[in-house]
């Protein structure tokens, strides 16, 4: 890692690799020799559409996305996408939402000011510690998508799997573990994700939409939010986040370069095993989620008390690792992995935990 820099455990926004953050800095003033920088640039031009057109084209390549699936980027991060999706496909029908953590519940509250919303499974009474098993959804067969969220960022749960919907059209927000594994693309008619922990900066949304699902998009929309609308201006209806967007093609030319998505998942799976491991072999830190429901993203676990809690994140920032507080939902700690997070800031990690555990148990 660059000199004084720390290891960055937040949720989101969250560190972004070294090599990405250089080359920015040095293109910042005079991007390419045009004498300004990306910030500078009209969105209409051909410097910025070279930016945006090999964005669009990496994060294709990178992630295997289909052709029958356009790339969107969107404003509004996340959240927009929560009523995105309800204003566009809900349309006073029925949606099916899997309730797996709190951004899963707050897509749910989204979406019924637009609609009927079935909730097929809520794990309110396990504190959201589980990923239910196929049988333990109800799915309604009226359904006009079936909505889930991927990786749970607050309670540090994640799929494994992705449901069968019998042909019901499935939708994820994968927020917190897009780029971090392989997808299957196909299995999907929609991703959508904010760029803050995998992509880049925060604002922006990725969205992989399936074509056949444009022209089935309500009309009453507002075009802000339209798909339709956003796939005829190529994302263009409006001034796009021109400089989110350039940051999102440095983060997929970095995984591309380093070896796809096979590699960061590699290096995720390394370093979730290795604070998953320390975790099962003591019994002074308890982790949150249930050993099949881990995430490889965030990392969820308690110390005996809430003071002792306090004092790790403290003593572990004077040690340079900051944001390991837990959400105020579950408490504890928390340590995001995210793809830049490095090997060694997660081995620097379980070290401090071993030691945090001998001194304080
Ligand atoms: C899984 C998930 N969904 C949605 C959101 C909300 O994202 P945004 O702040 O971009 O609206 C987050 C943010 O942390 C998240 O982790």
């Given at each position: 890692m660059m000199k004084d820099r720390i290891y960055n455990f937040a949720a989101g926004p969250s560190m972004l690799p070294d090599q990405v953050l250089e080359e920015i800095s040095e293109e910042l003033f005079n991007y390419h020799s045009s004498g300004m920088s990306v910030m500078e640039m009209s969105h209409r031009s051909k410097g910025y559409l070279n930016i945006f057109n090999e964005t669009k084209d990496t994060l294709r390549r990178v992630m295997n996305i289909p052709e029958e699936y356009e790339i969107l980027f969107m404003h509004g991060g996340a959240t927009g996408q929560f009523a995105a999706v309800a204003l566009n496909l809900l349309d006073n029908g029925e949606a099916d939402y899997i309730v797996t953590g709190n951004f899963a519940k707050k897509a749910a509250k989204e979406a019924e000011k637009y609609g009927t919303v079935n909730i097929a499974y809520d794990g309110k009474d396990n504190n959201y510690s589980h990923i239910p098993e196929e049988s333990e959804l109800a799915l309604s067969k009226d359904a006009r998508y079936v909505h889930l969220c991927a990786n749970n960022t607050i309670y540090g749960t994640e799929w494994n799997y992705f449901p069968d919907t019998h042909g019901v059209p499935l939708i994820a927000d994968m927020s917190s573990d897009i780029l971090s594994r392989n997808i299957d693309v196909s299995k999907f008619a929609l991703?959508?994700?904010?760029?803050?922990?995998?992509?880049?900066?925060?604002?922006?949304?990725?969205?992989?939409?399936?074509?056949?699902?444009?022209?089935?998009?309500?009309?009453?929309?507002?075009?802000i939010l339209s798909y339709e609308e956003m796939v005829k201006n190529d994302s263009m209806l409006n001034t796009p986040s021109t400089f989110s967007i350039y940051v999102l093609g440095k983060v997929v030319k970095w995984i591309e370069?380093?070896?796809?998505?096979?590699?960061?998942?590699?290096?995720?799976?390394?370093?979730?095993?290795?604070?998953?491991?320390?975790?099962?072999?003591?019994?002074f830190y308890k982790p949150h989620a249930e050993k099949a429901s881990r995430s490889m993203m965030n990392v969820t676990f308690t110390t005996p008390s809430p003071e002792l809690d306090e004092l790790f994140a403290a003593k572990a920032l004077e040690e340079g690792m900051s944001n390991l507080k837990g959400h105020r939902l579950v408490k504890g700690i928390r340590a995001s992995i995210y793809n830049a997070m490095p090997y060694e800031g997660v081995e620097k990690l379980v070290e401090f935990m071993d030691r945090f555990a001998k001194e304080n148990g």
């Open positions: 991703i959508y994700a904010g760029a803050q922990k995998n992509m880049g900066i925060a604002g922006l949304a990725a969205v992989i939409i399936r074509k056949d699902l444009i022209s089935k998009c309500n009309p009453m929309t507002p075009q370069e380093i070896g796809g998505i096979a590699e960061i998942e590699k290096r995720n799976k390394t370093k979730a095993k290795l604070i998953y491991d320390y975790l099962d072999s003591q019994d």
